[in-house]
């Protein structure tokens, strides 16, 4: 039976309210008063020197309040990045100065020169019209391989060249890994490009910044998946405000992710200009603006090689890996590549040796950073692509090889740093075998060939790594920040709770999925429990949402304090009741003594807490409230099995996805519906990638893909019902909940199976073309078939 | 600048606004109706759908002032009279076919008119239809049902949740 409230229960979401309605509340549906518009006239050159910026004649535009450029933010630090990766060497990566408006020279197509500040924001781009900015053109830098040639134009003249970092993972196996392959029976080799993407929230990014001249405040209202990591990064590194002077809020926030993570210029630029002309300063990004300065995702080109023995067991993997930077390092650019993706390439496979190469580099790109899964993608998509190549190669059965080398032993130690607490890979390729019905997958291939067509099937498995992260591990790895999560609960007198959680919801729901957990632990209804995020100056100093943390770190805090205010409450409720503290129980909302009938409710000991006339103040402080930080001991290992089939028009090139079945294993789970609504929109950002979506650069470092006219979003035409399942948990050993988080594995299990799936179709039409890049579009398709 | 008037959610509105004002910029800075949402600039994303004289339109590919005497319905107006979700609200909510809820409030007006033309539309009618509407949280999975659900429709044979 399915419960109707707790944890497990599918509890309607409560904030759907507010939004079908039309009274959410995000960043551009508030005005302040006096609030003037910023527009930004931005680099239309990939890379050129900025000999001048004349705003004279736009300065006297109707409406203009004041124009800024790169020469009035000399005095202020630069976009720091909150990571430091060390290289193979043992030496720093090299890390570039980062302006908040371009000086000296632009970088890249988008990259933000000069900053109009006008009474409207149409007045602003009429302005920003009247810039005469003189730019001599460089040439671009945009294939990363050309990047780190000698004699390729830098994108830093001050950096000894593009290569930001070579890091070599795990360095010390490297002689071991080589020895292996030269035993091998048999080496798979793959060279494959992980397309780079645009993360593409609905909501495009919006700041405005405040200041208050009475009290010295600053206040940034900002589309942020973690305020108070602007707040840190944006105060102590650009501009300088002590964080009690600076406080940062994200309200509702239309999808971040990702891309709401990082720091941006705009923030900085509206907190820093509404101090200079005293009005708050408010910037709304167009859909076009943010497809040039939103970071970007992926952008992977590598080699990866599989060492097999006589048996086909897995001895050994190799990587060689290019990894797009951009033009500047984006807040977590250097983590992605490295402990985000090198960390995972054991996948569900015990394969004993393991080296990962990877190169960063620099190109005149718009940054890239974390995008939806964030170097799990593009562990899995290279791993599980070669697993299916060798599989071919060796005229074994694709699910046979994997399950053969599958991981059965845990906890299991892998040879690229991490330890997987729990999994049950055979329980998930288990249940995906019996959900994509691979018996009836004859018939289903009869039938399109009978109409002309090609269908294929396709499978792979995922591990990620989520509930991000322990702090004294990735602190030793270079994050320049601790990854624990706060909660604060304050149980009012009457009995109502508000929780105040570090977490960020844009789009999971916590504001259900938390007061579930909370209201279960103390037997009282839901609806008593409130959930507020997204304003430092009631939360906690927090570290936000991504990584699939929200409820495997930021649940787990909120468990910690709730776990306090019990305990407080057992306290009280002994006095109430002139019992042992240790023979009361709470259940269903009530404490009473074991064994006997007497009890007090919930709602009884809180007003005791707070009208303390019959209380123990010597024993007790009144009052119910508590703060928990929870740092994980370790990562948690979501994993699964996919199975996506396609069919195939040999005419056109043409794929349809017909059937998409997904058996993951999340550990215990909270809120089915949910779950399940984080799968399906994964699933859709995977299967987008891998079939539709492509950022394109030409030579000279223009995009080409910087609307929704280029830029192929997913639509409900192009996509399947899904069929989802996460009856296999083997729950997380090492945080309370048991928990292990789902919001980034349908984006990263569904790439592989795709191409997978169209590689079999292909093959069964009798064209083995051994590998074909993302996206698998109709004319890749087509050109691949017919030469 | 120059004066318009017209009926939302069935009251008299009006203001003055520029010829280069954007229908969907005057119901969001004028009237402070911030439910019609903008996501893009290219009249893909379909955020901005609103009903004018009953048809749905992208209020972001239409001047304010090309709506003067219209009557205009937003997601603002959608409730029933108590405050109630009507039904296709209700719908989005029982099958969780919202997360960001940026899009949203597109979806349902699209939704509106697609069960005003077609009142038992199929999966397929419903998908097509909802071409103009660019969702990045749902995968659609859930649009679709609550859609095919608001209809009357039976969604049992859909996925669960």
Same mark, same amino acid.
């Given at each position: 039976?399915?419960?109707?409230?707790?944890?497990?229960?599918?509890?309607?979401?409560?904030?759907?309210?507010?939004?079908?309605?039309?009274?959410?509340?995000?960043?551009?549906?508030? !005005?302040?008063?006096?609030?003037?518009?910023?527009?930004?006239?931005?680099?239309?050159?990939?890379?050129?020197?900025?000999?001048?910026? !004349?705003?004279?004649?736009?300065?006297?535009?109707?409406?203009?309040?004041?124009?800024?450029?790169?020469?009035?933010?000399?005095?202020?630090?630069?976009?720091?990045?909150?990571?430091?990766?060390?290289?193979?060497?043992?030496?720093?990566?090299?890390?570039?100065?980062?302006?908040?408006?371009?000086?000296?020279?632009?970088?890249?197509?988008?990259?933000?020169?000069?900053?109009?500040?006008?009474?409207?924001?149409?007045?602003?781009?009429?302005?920003?019209?009247?810039?005469?900015?003189?730019?001599?053109? /460089?040439?671009?830098?945009?294939?990363?391989?050309?990047?780190?040639?000698?004699?390729?134009?830098?994108?830093?003249?001050?950096?000894?060249?593009?290569?930001?970092?070579?890091?070599?993972?795990?360095?010390?196996?490297?002689?071991?890994?080589?020895?292996?392959?030269?035993?091998?029976?048999?080496?798979?080799?793959?060279?494959?490009?992980?397309?780079?993407?645009?993360?593409?929230?609905?909501?495009?990014?919006?700041?405005?910044?405040?200041?208050?001249?009475?009290?010295?405040?600053?206040?940034?209202?900002?589309?942020?998946?973690?305020?108070?990591?602007?707040?840190?990064?944006?105060?102590?590194?650009?501009? $300088?405000?002590?964080?009690?002077?600076?406080?940062?809020?994200?309200?509702?926030?239309?999808?971040?992710?990702?891309?709401?993570?990082?720091?941006?210029?705009?923030?900085?630029?509206?907190?820093?200009?509404?101090?200079?002309?005293?009005?708050?300063?408010?910037?709304?990004?167009?859909?076009?603006?943010?497809?040039?300065?939103?970071?970007?995702?992926?952008?992977?080109?590598?080699?990866?090689? /599989?060492?097999?023995?006589?048996?086909?067991?897995?001895?050994?993997?190799?990587?060689?890996?290019?990894?797009?930077?951009?033009?500047?390092?984006?807040?977590?650019? *250097?983590?992605?590549?490295?402990?985000?993706?090198?960390? /995972?390439?054991?996948?569900?496979?015990?394969?004993?040796?393991?080296?990962?190469?990877?190169?960063?580099?620099?190109? !005149?790109?718009?940054?890239?950073?974390?995008?939806?899964?964030?170097?799990?993608?593009?562990?899995?998509?290279?791993?599980?692509?070669?697993?299916?190549?060798?599989?071919?190669?060796?005229?074994?059965?694709?699910?046979?090889?994997?399950?053969?080398?599958?991981?059965?032993?845990? *906890?299991?130690?892998?040879?690229?740093?991490?330890?997987?607490?729990?999994?049950?890979?055979?329980?998930?390729?288990?249940?995906?075998?019996?959900?994509?019905?691979?018996?009836?997958?004859?018939?289903?291939?009869?039938?399109?060939?009978?109409?002309?067509?090609?269908?294929?099937? $396709?499978?792979?498995?995922?591990?990620?790594?989520?509930?991000?992260?322990?702090?004294?591990?990735?602190?030793?790895?270079?994050?320049?920040?601790?990854?624990?999560?706060?909660?604060?609960?304050?149980?009012?007198?009457?009995?109502?709770?508000?929780?105040?959680?570090?977490?960020?919801?844009?789009?999971? $729901?916590?504001?259900?999925?938390?007061?579930?957990?909370?209201?279960?632990?103390?037997?009282?209804?839901?609806?008593?429990?409130?959930?507020?995020?997204?304003?430092?100056?009631?939360?906690?100093?927090?570290?936000?949402?991504?990584?699939?943390?929200?409820?495997?770190? $930021?649940?787990?805090?909120?468990?910690?304090?709730?776990?306090?205010?019990?305990?407080?409450?057992?306290?009280?409720?002994?006095?109430?009741?002139?019992?042992?503290?240790?023979?009361?129980?709470?259940?269903?909302?009530?404490?009473?003594?074991?064994?006997?009938?007497?009890?007090?409710?919930?709602?009884?000991?809180? /007003?005791?807490?707070?009208?303390?006339?019959?209380?123990?103040?010597?024993?007790?402080?009144?009052?119910?409230?508590?703060?928990?930080?929870?740092?994980?001991?370790?990562?948690?290992?979501?994993?699964?099995?996919?199975?996506?089939?396609?069919? @195939?028009?040999?005419?056109?090139?043409?794929?349809?996805?017909?059937?998409?079945?997904?058996?993951?294993?999340?550990?215990?789970?909270?809120?089915?519906?949910?779950?399940?609504?984080?799968?399906?929109?994964?699933?859709?950002?995977?299967?987008?990638?891998?079939?539709?979506?492509?950022?394109?650069?030409?030579?000279?470092?223009?995009? @080409?893909?910087?609307?929704?006219?280029?830029?192929?979003?997913?639509?409900?035409?192009?996509?399947?019902?899904?069929?989802?399942?996460?009856?296999?948990?083997?729950?997380?050993?090492? !945080?309370?909940?048991?928990?292990?988080?789902?919001?980034?594995?349908?984006?990263?299990?569904?790439?592989?199976?795709?191409?997978?799936?169209?590689?079999?179709?292909?093959?069964?039409?009798?064209?083995?073309?051994?590998?074909?890049?993302? *996206?698998?579009?109709?004319?890749?398709?087509?050109?691949?078939?017919?030469? | 600048?120059?004066? %318009?008037?017209?009926?939302?959610?069935?009251?008299?509105?009006?203001?003055?606004?520029?010829?280069?004002?954007?229908?969907?910029?005057?119901?969001?800075?004028?009237?402070?109706?911030?439910?019609?949402?903008?996501?893009?600039?290219?009249?893909?994303?379909?955020?901005?759908? %609103?009903?004018?004289?009953?048809?749905?339109?992208?209020?972001?590919?239409?001047?304010?002032?090309?709506?003067?005497?219209?009557?205009?319905?937003?997601?603002?107006?959608?409730?029933?009279?108590?405050?109630?979700?009507? %039904?296709?609200?209700?719908?989005?909510?029982?099958?969780?076919?919202?997360?960001?809820?940026?899009?949203?409030?597109?979806?349902?007006?699209?939704?509106?008119?697609?069960?005003?033309?077609?009142?038992?539309?199929?999966?397929?009618?419903?998908?097509?239809?909802?071409?103009?509407?660019?969702?990045?949280?749902?995968?659609?999975?859930?649009?679709?049902?609550?859609?095919?659900?608001?209809?009357?429709?039976?969604?049992?044979?859909?996925?669960?949740?």
């Amino acid at each position: 039976m399915p419960k109707d409230g707790g944890i497990g229960a599918s509890s309607k979401r409560r904030e759907d309210v507010r939004f079908l309605t039309g009274n959410g509340n995000y960043t551009d549906d508030m !005005n302040l008063r006096g609030q003037a518009y910023v527009h930004f006239l931005r680099s239309d050159i990939a890379h050129g020197t900025l000999t001048s910026v !004349n705003t004279e004649a736009a300065a006297k535009m109707p409406g203009v309040i004041q124009i800024f450029t790169g020469d009035d933010f000399e005095a202020v630090g630069g976009m720091p990045c909150g990571w430091q990766v060390t290289d193979k060497h043992g030496e720093a990566m090299q890390e570039p100065k980062h302006p908040v408006l371009a000086h000296g020279k632009v970088r890249h197509v988008g990259e933000p020169i000069a900053a109009v500040v006008a009474e409207s924001l149409a007045q602003a781009r009429d302005a920003a019209e009247a810039i005469e900015v003189d730019i001599a053109e /460089l040439p671009a830098v945009v294939n990363m391989k050309d990047a780190v040639k000698d004699g390729a134009p830098k994108v830093h003249d001050d950096l000894t060249s593009n290569l930001c970092y070579d890091w070599g993972f795990v360095e010390e196996n490297k002689g071991a890994v080589d020895e292996a392959f030269e035993k091998a029976a048999h080496v798979t080799t793959l060279e494959l490009t992980n397309n780079r993407l645009v993360a593409n929230p609905m909501e495009p990014r919006v700041a405005i910044g405040d200041y208050n001249r009475s009290d010295g405040e600053h206040t940034l209202y900002t589309t942020s998946q973690n305020p108070h990591v602007i707040r840190l990064l944006m105060g102590a590194f650009v501009l $300088g405000i002590p964080e009690h002077k600076l406080r940062v809020v994200a309200p509702d926030v239309g999808g971040g992710f990702g891309t709401k993570i990082f720091h941006y210029q705009e923030e900085a630029f509206c907190t820093f200009a509404a101090k200079a002309i005293n009005r708050p300063v408010k910037w709304t990004s167009t859909r076009s603006e943010a497809f040039i300065s939103d970071a970007h995702g992926r952008d992977h080109v590598t080699k990866i090689e /599989l060492a097999l023995d006589a048996d086909n067991n897995f001895t050994a993997l190799r990587t060689d890996t290019y990894a797009n930077m951009g033009a500047y390092l984006s807040t977590f650019a *250097p983590s992605v590549p490295t402990w985000l993706h090198g960390t /995972l390439m054991a996948g569900n496979y015990k394969t004993p040796l393991i080296y990962v190469n990877v190169k960063a580099v620099f190109t !005149n790109t718009v940054p890239v950073d974390a995008y939806r899964g964030a170097g799990r993608p593009e562990a899995t998509y290279q791993l599980e692509r070669l697993v299916d190549k060798a599989a071919h190669e060796l005229g074994v059965d694709p699910i046979k090889l994997r399950r053969q080398n599958f991981i059965t032993q845990f *906890p299991y130690a892998t040879p690229v740093a991490v330890e997987y607490d729990t999994g049950d890979y055979v329980a998930t390729m288990d249940k995906l075998e019996e959900m994509a019905d691979l018996a009836g997958f004859a018939a289903r291939r009869k039938e399109s060939e009978s109409r002309g067509k090609l269908r294929g099937f $396709g499978v792979n498995c995922y591990i990620e790594a989520c509930g991000i992260a322990p702090s004294n591990l990735v602190g030793q790895l270079g994050a320049r920040a601790g990854l624990y999560e706060s909660a604060t609960v304050r149980v009012n007198a009457t009995g109502g709770l508000v929780v105040m959680t570090g977490s960020h919801s844009h789009g999971q $729901g916590h504001e259900t999925s938390f007061a579930q957990v909370v209201a279960e632990m103390i037997g009282i209804d839901e609806s008593m429990v409130d959930i507020v995020h997204g304003d430092t100056s009631k939360v906690p100093m927090g570290m936000g949402t991504y990584g699939s943390r929200s409820i495997a770190v $930021g649940g787990s805090a909120m468990v910690r304090a709730t776990e306090k205010i019990i305990a407080k409450a057992k306290k009280i409720a002994s006095h109430l009741l002139e019992a042992s503290e240790g023979d009361i129980e709470l259940k269903d909302g009530a404490f009473s003594v074991a064994g006997t009938d007497k009890s007090v409710a919930w709602g009884d000991v809180t /007003l005791a807490a707070y009208v303390p006339h019959n209380y123990p103040l010597d024993d007790i402080e009144p009052g119910l409230e508590e703060t928990a930080f929870y740092d994980p001991s370790n990562f948690t290992y979501p994993s699964g099995a996919y199975a996506c089939e396609v069919e @195939l028009d040999p005419e056109t090139g043409q794929v349809t996805i017909e059937r998409f079945s997904a058996a993951d294993d999340f550990g215990n789970i909270i809120n089915p519906m949910i779950v399940t609504g984080q799968v399906h929109g994964g699933l859709a950002q995977g299967i987008g990638q891998a079939l539709l979506e492509n950022c394109a650069y030409d030579e000279d470092g223009q995009l @080409l893909s910087a609307s929704y006219m280029d830029y192929a979003m997913p639509r409900a035409s192009d996509l399947p019902m899904y069929d989802v399942d996460h009856s296999c948990q083997t729950p997380c050993t090492h !945080n309370p909940l048991g928990v292990k988080g789902c919001g980034e594995a349908g984006a990263i299990g569904s790439p592989p199976s795709v191409v997978n799936a169209v590689l079999d179709a292909m093959r069964s039409g009798g064209h083995d073309v051994g590998h074909i890049d993302m *996206p698998v579009s109709p004319s890749r398709v087509w050109s691949a078939m017919h030469g | 600048m120059a004066q %318009v008037k017209m009926t939302v959610n069935g009251k008299e509105a009006s203001g003055d606004v520029e010829g280069r004002t954007l229908l969907a910029q005057f119901l969001r800075d004028d009237l402070e109706l911030t439910g019609t949402h903008i996501g893009c600039d290219t009249s893909q994303c379909g955020a901005c759908v %609103v009903h004018v004289n009953g048809e749905a339109v992208k209020a972001c590919t239409m001047f304010a002032i090309e709506a003067d005497g219209a009557e205009v319905a937003t997601i603002e107006g959608q409730a029933n009279a108590d405050g109630s979700l009507n %039904v296709i609200q209700q719908a989005f909510q029982d099958h969780h076919g919202l997360q960001c809820g940026f899009c949203t409030p597109g979806m349902v007006m699209s939704a509106a008119a697609l069960l005003k033309d077609n009142p038992k539309p199929s999966e397929a009618e419903v998908r097509h239809y909802l071409d103009g509407n660019i969702c990045r949280c749902t995968g659609y999975h859930n649009i679709v049902k609550a859609i095919i659900a608001a209809s009357g429709q039976d969604v049992s044979a859909i996925a669960a949740e």
